[in-house]
């Protein structure tokens, strides 16, 4: 299995993190669910920053840059180690998007 720290993990972390920011101008974006300003914080913080492996390391996915995506705490929690396609049912990111919005959506009004 590919280590998460090593250096290619945050060389990369570094490209995505400036990538996000300056596509967003100036403000860092959950490539999920959308929710702006995400900032350097705890993890738990509902508006903490974290990056996500798209598809995770022990599924397959690496430190590529194309697999990994600024996320919001939240976000990240929820898909956990779970393979997006499988949660998605499809190999279309659009759709894994669309699904996803309703599984957090489903997720947050739990009670």
Known sequence: MTSRNNGSYRKNRKVILERNFLSNHGTYVCEY???RDLVKAENGHPNALTIDHFIPLDKGG??????LLVTCWSCNVVKAKHHPFTIAG?????TFK?????????F????
């Open 33 to 35: 669910c959308g929710k």
């Open 62 to 67: 690496t430190n590529g840059k194309s697999n």
């Open 90 to 94: 499809s190999n279309d990111l659009l």
């Open 98 to 106: 669309r699904v996803w919005h309703s599984w957090l959506e489903r």
């Open 108 to 111: 947050q009004n739990r009670g």
